[in-house]
């Protein structure tokens, strides 16, 4: 399984995002599992990427909170949760995303 943080230079939502990603491996049994992160510089990237803002995760090349129409670009994404919006994904879904690819390998 291969994971990516994506963000913009100094995005403040970059740590907090981590601090998840990092959580959510924990709760799905995951432990050991890591993560890159990866800095989107201009346009060409976010479209290269498929990123809609920052911070965005990547769970093998597949945005799991993408939202249909939603175009590339440079700038900070909001994530709608039960509790309203916020600037970090929700843990829950970050934890099904992970859920669902440790489901979709294959045993070694």
Known sequence: MKIELLVVADCP???PTADLIGQALRDVG???AGFTTRVIADRGDAVRAGFT???TVLVDGRDPFAEEGREPGLACRVYRSPQGLSGV??????RQALREAGAAEPPR
């Open 30 to 32: 995951l432990p050991g």
């Open 13 to 15: 939502n970059e740590q």
């Open 53 to 55: 803002g920052s911070p």
């Open 89 to 94: 994904p929700p843990l829950e879904g970050l």
